[in-house]
């Protein structure tokens, strides 16, 4: 006999309730574009090794391999040589939605850190040569230091996302201070690198925040254009197109390796090639 409608209803009602705290637990993801959040993922199989060996087996399409994503990502020409953007002398950081600049290039940018970390995605961007810009939290760098080290010795730039991912908007002088400048100091000493831009959590942020920002050694602070979850891009214009200057944002999420290659195609689609953030600021 099958389930009453009733009854099926009430299970999925229960399952829904279930799943529902797991999700929103995860402190990292920005909630503004949460939408139905990063559903715990019931991988039965661990994550495929990220073994170096050539030689690895095709894998059926429902486990996708690093080499199916590395087959899929589209393959761009030399990136056109970058302008550095003139930052004016001034007592805040930069606020900028995307990098002005005419250069036919995209920005790709991964936040937060305390949520998922696949050890595919280190040979992805290795392997694929994809520039990206980490804007990490600072209790999530420091647990999985070994993890980011290797994105940053695939090419990858840290960058300062604060330490408690906390809505800085409207907070004092002092707490934001202490939020950001925390960050940069804990991601200099264990990246060797301070900081010179800044992501807001949620992206808010008000005059105080870059004052601080500034204050703590960030150039610029950055919102975003796109964002990318679940390997869809969603363009905040009504033309769904990447742009020259265009800043992708998209989070260390399960899925994250889906997201690079929808970014990669999305940047590739639209004529431009995917540029390192730092190379034109900061
Ligand atoms: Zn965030």
Redesign the pocket.
């Known amino acids: 006999m099958a389930p009453t409608p009733v009854r099926r209803a009430i299970a999925v009602f229960l399952l829904t309730a279930l799943l529902a705290p797991a999700a929103c637990k995860s402190a ?3 909630p503004i574009f949460a939408g139905p959040d990063v559903s715990p993922t019931p991988s039965a199989s661990p994550s495929p090794s990220a073994s170096p060996s050539p030689s690895a087996s095709p894998s059926p399409p429902a486990v996708k391999s690093l080499q199916w994503y590395l087959d899929k990502a589209p393959k761009f020409g030399p990136a056109p040589a970058p302008h550095r953007v003139k930052v004016p002398e001034s007592a805040s950081a930069m606020w900028l939605f995307k990098v002005p600049t005419t250069n036919k290039v995209a920005f790709i940018t991964i ?2 850190g305390a949520l998922s970390r696949k050890p595919e995605v280190i040979e992805f961007i290795r392997q694929a040569k994809i520039p990206v810009t980490m804007f990490l939290n600072s209790p999530a760098a420091t647990k999985y230091t070994a993890y980011f080290k290797a994105i940053q010795e695939a090419g990858g730039m840290v960058e300062n ?1 604060t330490i408690t ?1 906390t809505s800085l908007k409207g907070k004092s002088y002092d707490f934001q201070k202490k939020e950001i400048c925390g960050s940069a100091d804990k991601l200099e000493q264990l990246f060797g690198r301070r900081p010179t831009l800044f992501r807001p ?2 992206g808010n942020k008000d005059a105080t925040t870059l004052k601080a920002a500034h204050d703590c050694g960030a150039q610029a602070a950055f919102f975003w254009t796109q964002t990318v979850d679940k390997g869809i891009v969603r363009y905040q214009t009504a033309k769904k197109v990447v742009q020259p200057g265009d800043v992708l944002l998209m ?1 260390f999420r399960p899925a994250l390796m889906d997201d690079l290659l929808g970014a990669l195609n999305a940047i590739y689609k639209s004529g431009l090639t995917p540029a390192l953030l730092e190379d034109y600021i900061g």
Do not use: A, I, K, Q
């Open positions: 990292g993801p920005d936040d937060d996302h991912h959590p949620f989070h």
